[in-house]
């Protein structure tokens, strides 16, 4: 039997955009906060605002976290793949590498995605379209952001290893949280869920590890920083990424890499003014070609259009032979 790969619909990628923006201003926010307390609070801090302000909406919609072992159990597997390594290595990373290579190596998650899709599920196989798209996409985050952001590429291995290995760890997250379309849950419930037994790992191994309250308290522009990335880039995000994981798998949902890069140019120019450049244009054709070729549609149209084209040639040389006989 043939499998049927997943696609999105228009209120999808509507979602997939929006998550993009909240997932782009991460990493400013992580940029900021860093420069004043330690990467593994900053990711404390983050999940746990994050489940503060989930269960208490979780409260206010009348609903409520699941006892059974097997829900939790996902939920910490979740938490370890989704927040607990990725969020720890990204904000390490970003105080040895430029946030310009970061988000290039990020951008490889779709690479792993497809790859761990084709051999772990049945209904996202890997396709030479969808090769190509993705192809066409990663060329494209690295044409917008710039070819010189890899100049810097093997000064800090470590570092960009750690995104890499962020990069797989969130490809691994997406296919695992399938899993919870399965058991029932809700996309609110699934979000606080794994958010929260992040926050019950994450907020001792900081407090023990970092001692931040022997630091000095961080100003108001880093508190800022740190709810912006608590509230916005990750309550409100991971609501919007479970509802679009449950409908359109994993591959499609983790294309939102490639287009976080084209929010926060996008953003650049239309809020502070920045310039837009040929190569930011020249990366959003190449992302926009590489969305078109995964989600598939557009290239199937085009093939309908070039075979309705092709029919009435053939059929005039059809035409032609049936008198000539």
């Not at 919870?180 to 590890?209: C, D, E, H, M, N």
Request: include cysteine; charged fraction near 10%.
């Amino acid at each position: 039997m043939t499998e049927r790969n997943v696609s999105m619909g228009a209120l999808e990628w509507a979602l997939v955009v929006i998550l993009s923006i909240l997932w782009g201003g991460s990493f400013f926010f992580v940029e900021v906060a860093v420069s004043a307390l330690a990467p593994l609070t900053v990711v404390a801090l983050r999940v746990g605002l994050a489940a503060l302000a989930l269960n208490l909406l979780v409260l206010t919609m009348g609903q409520k976290l699941p006892r059974q072992r097997s829900f939790w159990l996902a939920f910490f597997t979740m938490g370890l793949l989704n927040n607990m390594v990725p969020f720890t290595l990204i904000a390490w990373s970003q105080t040895h590498v430029s946030s310009g290579l970061a988000s290039i190596l990020n951008a490889t998650t779709p690479f792993f995605t497809v790859l761990a899709a084709h051999y772990l599920t049945r209904d996202e196989k890997i396709t030479q379209t969808r090769l190509w798209g993705v192809a066409l996409g990663f060329a494209g985050v690295v044409v917008m952001i710039g070819v010189g952001a890899l100049a810097g590429f093997g000064t800090d291995t470590m570092a960009q290893l750690a995104v890499l290995i962020a990069a797989i760890a969130y490809a691994c997250a997406g296919i695992f949280g399938r899993r919870f379309r399965q058991l029932g849950s809700s996309p609110l419930v699934t979000a606080t869920g794994q958010v929260t037994a992040s926050a019950i790992v994450l907020i001792p191994l900081a407090a023990a590890t970092d001692q931040p309250w022997r630091l000095p308290p961080p100003d108001v522009h880093v508190w800022g920083a740190v709810i912006g990335v608590a509230l916005l880039s990750t309550a409100l995000a991971y609501i919007l990424y479970f509802r679009v994981l449950a409908t359109a798998g994993a591959t499609n949902l983790l294309l939102v890499t490639f287009l976080i890069p084209v929010s926060a140019i996008l953003l650049g120019t239309t809020v502070l003014g920045e310039q837009l450049e040929p190569g930011h244009l020249g990366g959003m054709a190449l992302i926009g070609s590489g969305l078109a070729a995964i989600d598939g549609r557009p290239v199937q149209a085009l093939r309908r259009v070039w075979r309705l084209r092709r029919f009435p040639v053939r059929s005039l040389f059809r035409d032609q032979a049936d008198r000539s006989d």
